[in-house]
């Protein structure tokens, strides 16, 4: 049996400096923002609109990157059903972990490649922040 993922969700990347990041994306580049991440009142990310539900995620870190640590923290595959993605995935070994509504609203799980690279596995509902636009509260 086939997987079925439909396209590239999302890639999640790190910045020193949340609001340049933002600036250069939407005001440089011209990408939309999409929504916020907030957590205890403060801005810790947000989401920038690449396609239709294709995004770059963007979250606040404390220090620029050294001895090869690397921006990007995952990359996020959509797929058409969750619940059969994880059962495939399991029954060839892949460990997955468990299925969880994630504070976007969007069905999560996660596996991590050969290399060490967490993948996440997206399945979206009709209430998503990528669909709705509301900034996600963390607290």
């Not at 939407?26 to 294709?54: N, S």
């Not at 994880?86 to 490649?113: F, H």
């Not at 060490?116 to 996600?136: A, K, W």
Request: overall charge negative; some cysteine.
């Amino acid at each position: 049996m086939k997987i079925m993922f439909k396209r590239l969700a999302h890639v999640c990347i790190g910045a020193v400096d949340l609001d340049a990041a933002e600036s250069f994306y939407v005001e440089d580049l011209g990408f939309e923002k999409a929504f916020e991440f907030i957590h205890a009142g403060r801005r810790i990310g947000f989401y920038i609109k690449l396609g239709e539900t294709t995004f770059l995620e963007v979250f606040a870190i404390s220090d620029a990157p050294n001895n090869g640590d690397a921006l990007i923290k995952h990359f996020c595959l959509e797929v058409e059903d969750l619940d059969a993605v994880i059962s495939r995935l399991s029954n060839r070994g892949v460990e997955v972990s468990a299925k969880k509504m994630g504070a976007d609203n969007a069905w999560q799980a996660w596996i991590t490649d050969p290399s060490g690279v967490r993948i996440e596995l997206m399945q979206y509902s009709d209430t998503s922040t990528q669909f709705t636009g509301r900034s996600v509260i963390l607290d």
